[in-house]
């Protein structure tokens, strides 16, 4: 997008980890952000971080599990914006971290609820609002853990990493990303699989993440692609802006 003036995103998932740094660097660039939290107090306080900066942001209460939120939330935005530009599913959970051969059905579906479902629910209720943007976009954060290229990859550094959880969702999640950029292309909706890389959040529970980044950096890739001016639809883009083969 040549010119950020006047643009509305909203981050899912925005009061922590990428979630969090993708608010603020969409911030910094002029963007009119809503900040998702599941968590009122969470989000104010995420929000107060970011006012402390110099950044105006628009908190927003979302859980993506939560129809009654997601509801509330497109009444709030339509009430205040008319529209919305730029969607960030960005919301998710790691499950019990435990291969395939020990995860528990309960595990699975609690990860598809918020992973997978949670999104499709999002974008469906946020749909109408988009399709009054000039230059609409969804990116739903996905991982290269959920790539069975590269999980089948013995050379990749992270294929032995087994939540399975957490890789199906995201499987999932890339295959809904491919689904909606075929229905929505007429209508000129970009929707896009992006992934921040190996970060340290909070999204290990507390487990150790040796050798993980700066989850700003991972952020900002995510917010190049967002903001690019004329983005393909349908593709998996890592936080270097590369795409990548599913
Ligand atoms: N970190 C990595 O290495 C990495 C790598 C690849 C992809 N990713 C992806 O990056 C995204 C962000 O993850 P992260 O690393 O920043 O993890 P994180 O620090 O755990 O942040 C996750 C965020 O999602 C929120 N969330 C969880 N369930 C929710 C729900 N039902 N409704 C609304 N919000 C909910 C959390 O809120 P609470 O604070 O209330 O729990 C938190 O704000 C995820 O999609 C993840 O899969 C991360």
Request: net charge negative; hydrophobic share 45%.
């Amino acid at each position: 997008m040549a010119n950020n003036d006047n643009l509305i995103a909203l981050v899912t998932g925005a009061n922590a980890g990428i979630g969090f740094h993708m608010t603020q660097h969409l911030a910094r660039a002029g963007i009119r952000v809503l900040q998702g939290s599941r968590d009122p107090a969470r989000g104010t306080n995420a929000a107060r971080q970011l006012n402390a900066d110099g950044l105006e942001v628009d908190q927003l209460t979302l859980d993506v599990t939560d129809d009654q939120t997601i509801a509330a939330a497109v009444k709030h935005v339509a009430d205040k914006y008319g529209r919305l530009d730029i969607l960030i599913n960005n919301a998710a959970i790691v499950g019990d971290g435990l291969p395939a051969s020990q995860v528990s059905r309960a595990s699975l579906l609690q990860t598809f609820d918020t992973n997978t479902a949670g999104i499709a629910a999002v974008t469906n209720a946020f749909l109408p609002l988009l399709r009054k943007s000039g230059r609409p976009r969804v990116l739903n954060v996905s991982s290269e853990l959920g790539s069975t290229r590269l999980v089948n990859d013995p050379d990749w550094p992270h294929s032995n990493v087994a939540a399975a959880a957490y890789q199906l969702s995201k499987s999932a999640l890339d295959m809904l990303t491919v689904l909606y950029a075929k229905e929505l292309a007429e209508e000129k909706i970009s929707v896009l699989s992006v992934s921040p890389g190996y970060r340290a959040t909070g999204l290990s529970n507390g487990e150790p993440m040796p050798g993980a980044g700066d989850p700003s950096e991972g952020a900002a890739g995510i917010v190049a692609v967002a903001l690019a001016v004329d983005p393909p639809t349908g593709l998996f883009f890592n936080w270097q802006g590369e795409v990548v083969a599913w």
